[in-house]
């Protein structure tokens, strides 16, 4: 699972991936509800549009329901929870460009975040799905990041808490990228959500500076079925 990454920059959005960056700034550091560049197939060609992380943003969720957190898709239940069956199912497939994403490490006995990016030093993209609102002064869009199980990966699989279910985001490739965005079926989408391999991952610990109030770190679990939001 991932609620926090650190955004590719503005130069190494166009250096590396070709895209023009969005006229809005964008925050070092993503939290839930942040703004943070999304890329996506738009009229043909790709496009990068500032998103929310998460995708039912909490001023969208409905009185009386309790607060969730959407910033993380399981791939495997994707097409049936009800805040991303939509997206998926209409394969509103992007890429969540990052410099590194960050995840806590136990294995000291108590938390301690890691960053984890690419062993080259270059900039990853990370699969997810987004969605459209409509706002009073336009369309606004919000994201999530696919996740698949971990178990069996020798990195990622020494986060989170012992005895939690272990999960990764799923990196793309960039030879993959037009692929990946190009899917117009689900059981194709599906092909590429793999874990990465370690050999050409990076990680080390890397503890957060302290932090707002609006940056509280959010549990990661799924929303309730019964939650009453549209997708």
Same mark, same amino acid.
């Given at each position: 699972m991932c609620t926090n990454y650190a955004a590719a920059r503005r130069d190494r959005l166009f250096r590396h991936f070709g895209i023009e960056p969005p006229d809005s700034p964008w925050r070092d550091e993503i939290y839930k509800d942040y703004a943070a560049p999304i890329i996506r197939h738009v009229d043909g060609a790709l496009r990068a549009d500032l998103a929310t992380f998460g995708m039912v943003p909490r001023k969208h969720i409905p009185p009386g329901v309790r607060v969730f957190d959407t910033m993380n898709a399981r791939a495997e239940t994707v097409g049936e929870k009800r805040s991303f069956s939509g997206a998926w199912k209409r394969q509103q497939l992007c890429l969540v460009p990052c410099e590194a994403f960050y995840e806590p490490c136990y294995e000291t006995g108590k938390a301690v975040r890691w960053r984890i990016g690419l062993r080259s030093g270059e900039p990853l993209a990370i699969a997810g799905l &987004?969605?459209? &609102?409509?706002?009073?002064?336009?369309?606004? +869009?919000?994201?999530? @990041?696919?996740?698949?199980?971990?178990?069996?990966? $020798?990195? @990622?699989?020494? +986060?989170?808490?012992?005895? #939690?279910?272990?999960?990764?985001?799923?990196? /793309?490739?960039?030879?993959?990228?037009?692929? &990946?965005? $190009?899917?117009?079926? $689900?059981?194709?989408?599906?092909? +590429?959500?793999?874990? +990465?391999? /370690?050999?050409? @991952? #990076?990680?080390?610990?890397?503890?957060?500076?302290?932090?707002?109030?609006?940056?509280?770190?959010c549990a990661t679990d799924e929303p309730d079925d019964n939650a009453s939001t549209s997708s």
């Open positions: &987004w969605r459209e &609102w409509a706002e009073p002064d336009g369309p606004a +869009f919000s994201f999530t @990041m696919l996740t698949v199980s971990a178990a069996e990966h $020798a990195l @990622m699989s020494r +986060f989170h808490k012992p005895g #939690d279910e272990k999960r990764s985001v799923v990196i /793309v490739p960039p030879a993959q990228y037009d692929d &990946w965005l $190009a899917c117009r079926l $689900a059981d194709e989408a599906r092909t +590429f959500l793999t874990l +990465f391999p /370690v050999s050409l @991952m #990076d990680a080390a610990p890397a503890p957060a500076a302290p932090r707002t109030p609006k940056q509280i770190a």
